[in-house]
């Protein structure tokens, strides 16, 4: 009697979508970081989510200029998407590479806010009542 042994492959357990949107991810980052416009600087690609059938990937990312910096970033990454879609058709080897549109990661900066709320309640920072 021989002993089966099943395969564990994580690319089977891992949906296609999220593995392709955590490459992307991957790959906008590093072609972000060569290019050479000071309005990309200080900003990081946070996400990205692609639809299944590859038309459209959204990519999330946040400024550490915040939201001040969104009309810039915006501008600059409009100006960049050419450049950064062919990175991610050359890299990704995939049949069809989607359009790229990009938005703020809200949800860095609701937790960002909340954690400035919390930081500044009051009963956070009163001293201890003495009994």
Do not use: W
């Amino acid at each position: 009697m021989t002993k089966r042994t099943r395969h564990h492959s994580t690319a089977r357990d891992y949906p296609r979508t999220a593995r392709l949107n955590r490459l992307f991810q991957e790959i906008l980052a590093e072609e972000l970081e060569r290019i050479d416009d000071e309005r990309l600087e200080l900003v990081t690609i946070m996400s990205v989510d692609c639809d299944a059938s590859l038309d459209r990937a959204i990519v999330y990312y946040e400024s550490l200029g915040g939201a001040d910096d969104d009309e810039d970033v915006l501008e600059a990454l409009g100006e960049a998407r050419p450049r950064l879609r062919s990175a991610v058709g050359r890299q990704a080897r995939v049949k069809r590479t989607p359009e790229l549109l990009f938005r703020p990661d809200e949800v860095v900066r609701g937790a960002a806010r909340l954690e400035e709320v919390l930081r500044d309640l009051p009963e956070l920072h009163a001293p201890p009542a003495e009994d």
